[in-house]
C-alpha cells in the first residue's frame, strides 16, 4: 500500500484564519515533506522531517508552521496567510535511509484558497 | 530552486505513437525520479533511477540515464489518451534520511484520441 492521505483537499480559509492541514501514512517511513505548488509551476519543497525532527526548512516564511507529532502523522498549521500563498501543498513521504535513494510518494494534495 | 529543466514543454502525439520526454539536469545526483501529474491532482510516481544505472523499464516506460551528459529521457510506447498529463522529473542530490527532491519545470503531454 503506497499512499499518503490528506486532508482536507479542499481549504478556504481567510487572512485572519488559523487553519491546518493533515498528512498520514502507513507505510513506515521516517521521512516526510510538505511541498506547495502554484498553479503551471512544478512543486517546491519547503520542510523535510525526518524521523520526526525537522532536518529541512526551505526558508520558509514563519507563518506556515510545521508538526509531527508521530511517525506517521506530519500538520502544516497556517495562520495569518496572504493571498499569494493560495496554492495546492502535497505532503510526500520517503523510507528516508540507504544510500541509493528511495522513492517518495505525494499525496492527492490540500487545495488551498487564502480569501 | 529548479534543478532539472524538461524537454519539450509541451508535445502533442495521436494515440498509439511513442512519445519521449527529457530532462536536463546541472549538478551530480543521486538518483533522478520521473512523476505524472494529471490536472488538478497528486503527483504519481513513475520511476526512480539511481545515478549507476544506465536503462530502466517498467510497463510502458523506459527511462533512462546520461550521467556524463546530466540528462535523461522518458520514453512512453504506444501512448493512450489516459496519458494524457504533466510529466515532471525530480532529481535528488542526497540520500537516505537526507533525501529531497528539486523538480522541473514540466512537460505537458497530450495524446489525441
Known amino acids: 500500500d503506497t499512499e499518503v492521505t490528506q486532508t482536507p483537499k479542499h481549504l478556504v480559509m481567510g487572512m485572519t484564519n488559523k487553519k491546518s492541514l493533515k498528512c498520514e501514512q502507513h507505510?513506515?517511513?521516517?521521512?516526510m515533506y510538505w511541498y506547495k505548488q502554484k498553479a503551471k509551476k512544478p512543486p517546491e519543497l519547503m520542510f523535510v522531517?525526518?524521523?520526526?525532527?525537522?532536518?529541512i526548512n526551505e526558508s520558509v516564511p514563519s507563518r506556515f508552521s510545521p508538526e509531527c507529532p508521530n511517525s506517521s502523522l506530519l500538520n502544516l498549521h497556517l495562520h495569518a496567510l496572504q493571498p499569494e500563498d493560495s496554492a495546492l501543498y502535497l505532503c510526500?513521504?520517503?523510507?528516508?535511509?540507504?544510500?541509493?535513494?528511495?522513492?517518495?510518494?505525494f499525496g492527492e494534495g490540500s487545495w488551498l484558497t487564502v480569501v | 530552486s529548479q534543478q532539472g529543466e524538461e524537454d519539450p514543454q509541451a508535445l502533442s502525439i495521436q494515440e498509439g505513437e511513442n512519445a519521449t520526454m527529457n530532462c536536463s539536469y546541472k549538478?551530480?545526483?543521486?538518483?533522478l525520479q520521473w512523476y505524472r501529474q494529471n490536472s488538478g491532482r497528486g503527483l504519481v510516481h513513475l520511476i526512480l533511477?539511481?545515478?549507476?544505472?544506465r536503462e530502466k523499464h517498467s510497463g510502458r516506460l523506459r527511462v533512462t540515464l546520461d550521467t556524463s551528459k546530466k540528462s535523461s529521457s522518458l520514453l512512453i510506447t504506444a501512448s493512450r489518451a489516459a496519458d494524457t498529463a504533466s510529466y515532471f522529473c525530480a532529481t535528488d542530490a542526497r540520500a537516505g534520511a537526507n533525501s529531497k527532491l528539486t523538480f522541473g519545470k514540466g512537460i505537458t503531454l497530450s495524446v489525441r484520441p
Open positions: 510526500a513521504s520517503s523510507q528516508g535511509r540507504g544510500r541509493s535513494g528511495n522513492t517518495i510518494y
Open positions: 549538478t551530480s545526483i543521486n538518483n
Open positions: 533511477i539511481r545515478s549507476n544505472e
Open positions: 507505510m513506515g517511513h521516517r521521512a
Open positions: 522531517y525526518s524521523y520526526e525532527k525537522l532536518s
